[in-house]
């Protein structure tokens, strides 16, 4: 009865929020601060078939209708078709951009992309290393973690549980900056990596799996401790999993105690929608009844109050 109550406390506070983006979360030092929600976890985004096939026919069309170096529509056609999974097609496109326009950021990258979708990891790292060198910057800068797993996909140690990112987040159950690295620079850069990779890459997956581990530790060192235990989850889901991760996502569970309870709540809502339903509307008239009791109360006060 305890725990309905609560549900429906719980669900009653929530929805008459839900348009408030700010929650609150625990650091690592214990203390709670108010902060956005959406840290933690990347969103795989599946992309619209039956749009990309229309903006496939489009780009065709207007490279056609424009002169025939217009490498900008060839370009982006086979763009789509990498997204279409067209593999094959789009890289001969791009050798024959590469053939009449050679050192295009654009191609090399492409390319290097292709490669891997292909499951030719020497080539794709390649030329992602020469898109790097014709445009440092792009990405935001965080190539640098494209080369990694690729690096990793040749050694074949893309099942192991250590880091494909080569960082270092200490051996115990809190994690540490151990190599003194710019935190904030890796967040956004493994944010932005993940964010590229989900457009093709659904669970399982080791290799985004290991990522989601580190990017867990980042989360609990710079963010909240709730984003490091959704990003441990997501890494399970993927498929990594190690001793170390366990421990941490314990302790920092131990370390949560209302976001321990509400994500308990999200839990039992997700497997019972239509329980929930019932409970918040009976919750919602509940309070309505009892608004309407206490407002009848007060008015017969003030009337006797008066007089």
Not at 69 to 95: C, G, M, P, R, W
Not at 175 to 203: M, T
Not at 293 to 301: A, C, E, G, S, V
Request: proline share 2%.
């Amino acid at each position: 009865m305890n725990r309905i109550l609560l549900i429906l406390t719980y669900l009653f506070i929530t929805q008459a929020s839900f348009a408030c983006m700010n929650e609150y979360r625990t650091n690592l030092d214990g203390s709670v601060q108010l902060m956005q929600t959406h840290r933690g976890i990347v969103y795989y985004h599946k992309l619209n078939q039956s749009e990309l096939l229309l903006d496939s026919v489009s780009l065709w069309n207007s490279y056609l209708e424009k002169d025939a170096d217009s490498i900008e529509y060839l370009s982006d056609y086979a763009a789509t078709l990498v997204y279409l999974a067209h593999y094959d097609q789009a890289k001969n496109i791009y050798f024959q951009i590469e053939n009449t326009s050679p050192n295009r950021y654009t191609t090399a990258s492409n390319l290097g992309t292709t490669y891997e979708l292909l499951g030719q990891p020497d080539s794709a790292l390649f030329w992602i290393k020469r898109s790097m060198k014709l445009n440092p910057k792009s990405h935001g800068g965080s190539e640098w973690i494209h080369v990694k797993i690729l690096e990793a996909q040749i050694k074949g140690t893309t099942e192991n549980s250590a880091s494909i990112l080569g960082l270092d987040f200490g051996t115990h159950a809190v994690p540490i900056n151990a190599r003194g690295d710019n935190l904030d620079d890796l967040v956004n850069d493994i944010d932005h990596q993940l964010s590229e990779r989900l457009k093709f890459v659904d669970a399982p997956n080791k290799t985004v799996g290991n990522i989601y581990y580190d990017y867990g530790n980042l989360m609990a060192l710079t963010s909240s401790l709730e984003s490091a235990i959704v990003s441990y989850f997501e890494a399970e889901r993927f498929g990594f999993d190690s001793e170390l991760m366990q421990i941490r996502k314990a302790e920092f569970q131990s370390r949560t105690k209302f976001t321990s309870f509400k994500g308990a709540v999200n839990d039992f809502i997700k497997e019972h929608l239509i329980l929930s339903l019932i409970l918040f509307l009976v919750g919602l008239i509940f309070s309505i009844w009892v608004l309407r009791k206490l407002f009848r109360k007060l008015k017969k006060w003030k009337v006797k109050k008066s007089n």
